[in-house]
C-alpha cells in the first residue's frame, strides 16, 4: 500500500485527468439513457448527444492509458531502485507535464457538450417526451458551463505560474 501512495504522489496525469474520467463517461451514460427509447424526438436527440460525448470518451481512453503506462513505468523503476524516487529523468517529467493539456480539451468539450446538453434538455422539455431526462440534461449543461470556468481558472493558473 506504501507503493501505490509513493506512486500517486508522483502520478500528475492522475490528478489531471479524474474529472474528465467522471464528467465525460456519465455524460455518455445520459446521452446512451436519452437514446434508449421508443420516442423518435428523445432517440434523435439522444444520438446527437452521444456524437458528442464521443471525443471526450476519446480522451478518457486516452489518459486512462497514459496513467496505466506511468503508473507501471513508475512502480518499475522504484522497484529497480531500491525505494528512491529521486532519479525519475526528464523524459518522465515532461511524459507527466504534457497531461497539463487536458485541461484544453474539456475547456473546448466542456461547453460544446454543455450548449448541446442544454438545448437538447429545453427541446425534450418542450415537446413533453420526458421531464425527468430534459430537467437532468438542463442540469447538465449549466454544470458543464459552470465546469469549463473552473478548468479555464485552472489553467491559467498553471500557465501564469513561473
Given at each position: 500500500m506504501e507503493i501505490?501512495?509513493?506512486?500517486m504522489e508522483f502520478d500528475i496525469i492522475f490528478d489531471n485527468s479524474w474529472i474528465p474520467w467522471i464528467v465525460f463517461t456519465f455524460f455518455f451514460i445520459v446521452a446512451l439513457i436519452t437514446r434508449r427509447t421508443d420516442n423518435r424526438?428523445?432517440?434523435?436527440?439522444?444520438n446527437i448527444l452521444l456524437g458528442v460525448s464521443?471525443?471526450?470518451?476519446?480522451?478518457?481512453?486516452?489518459?486512462?492509458?497514459?496513467f496505466i503506462f506511468n503508473f507501471f513505468w513508475i512502480l518499475g523503476h522504484i522497484n529497480f531502485?531500491?525505494?528512491?524516487?529521486?532519479?525519475?529523468?526528464?523524459?518522465h517529467e515532461d511524459f507527466e507535464n504534457f497531461s497539463i493539456y487536458?485541461?484544453?480539451?474539456?475547456?473546448l468539450l466542456f461547453p460544446i457538450?454543455?450548449?448541446?446538453?442544454f438545448i437538447s434538455g429545453i427541446h425534450i422539455l418542450r415537446r413533453g417526451?420526458?421531464?425527468?431526462?430534459?430537467?437532468v440534461l438542463i442540469i447538465i449543461?449549466?454544470?458543464?458551463?459552470?465546469?469549463?470556468?473552473?478548468?479555464?481558472?485552472?489553467?491559467l493558473y498553471f500557465a501564469a505560474d513561473p
Open positions: 501505490i501512495r509513493t506512486i424526438i428523445r432517440r434523435r436527440t439522444g464521443i471525443p471526450g470518451m476519446l480522451i478518457v481512453l486516452v489518459s486512462l492509458l497514459m531502485d531500491t525505494g528512491s524516487t529521486g532519479g525519475l529523468g526528464n523524459w487536458f485541461f484544453l480539451i474539456p475547456i457538450q454543455g450548449i448541446t446538453s417526451t420526458g421531464k425527468v431526462i430534459a430537467v449543461g449549466i454544470a458543464l458551463t459552470a465546469l469549463t470556468i473552473y478548468f479555464l481558472r485552472a489553467f
